[in-house]
């Protein structure tokens, strides 16, 4: 896939991550506009960890999704792709039950790099995650 070909709509970028990691967890995209990517995650028992509440692995999925794919939505003309270099995660919170919801905002939409910020909320609107990557834009050989 072209970066030209990605599909915009949530049904596609949700179908996107279909049989990867996306998939597995089960993010499905609400909204991809530019300048800003949304998304849920449906809490279940699958995606948590020993101690009863959601795994870190599954927020970070979630935020790092979104932010990926408005990365590849933004990436300037002529480009090939984008590669994760460095990210962060603070969890301010804990879920056991509902959705999972995510935002996600570039900070810096350069020709070299990009910066995506993402707030994971829970159903009642309280912050349990933020998270920042820094993404490579990578260009033709």
């Given at each position: 896939m072209t970066v030209s070909t990605m599909p915009r709509d949530p049904d596609g970028?949700?179908?996107l991550g279909g049989g990867m990691l996306p998939?597995?967890?089960g993010v499905l995209v609400s909204s991809c506009t530019d300048g800003e990517v949304t998304g849920e995650l449906l809490?279940?028992?699958e995606l948590f960890?020993?101690?009863g509440f959601v795994h870190a692995a599954a927020l970070i999925g979630l935020a790092d999704t979104l932010c990926g794919y408005g990365c590849?939505?933004?990436?300037?003309a002529g480009a090939d792709g984008f590669t994760t270099v460095e990210l962060k995660t603070n969890f301010l919170g804990a879920a056991r039950e509902g959705v999972l919801?995510?935002?996600?905002?570039?900070v810096h939409r350069g020709r070299s790099t990009q910066l995506w910020d993402a707030t994971v909320t829970d159903d009642q609107g309280r912050t349990v995650?933020?998270?920042r990557c820094t993404q490579l834009v990578?260009?033709?050989r």
């Amino acid at each position: 896939m072209t970066v030209s070909t990605m599909p915009r709509d949530p049904d596609g970028l949700t179908a996107l991550g279909g049989g990867m990691l996306p998939g597995h967890l089960g993010v499905l995209v609400s909204s991809c506009t530019d300048g800003e990517v949304t998304g849920e995650l449906l809490i279940r028992p699958e995606l948590f960890a020993p101690n009863g509440f959601v795994h870190a692995a599954a927020l970070i999925g979630l935020a790092d999704t979104l932010c990926g794919y408005g990365c590849m939505a933004a990436l300037p003309a002529g480009a090939d792709g984008f590669t994760t270099v460095e990210l962060k995660t603070n969890f301010l919170g804990a879920a056991r039950e509902g959705v999972l919801r995510c935002r996600a905002v570039p900070v810096h939409r350069g020709r070299s790099t990009q910066l995506w910020d993402a707030t994971v909320t829970d159903d009642q609107g309280r912050t349990v995650a933020v998270f920042r990557c820094t993404q490579l834009v990578l260009w033709p050989r």
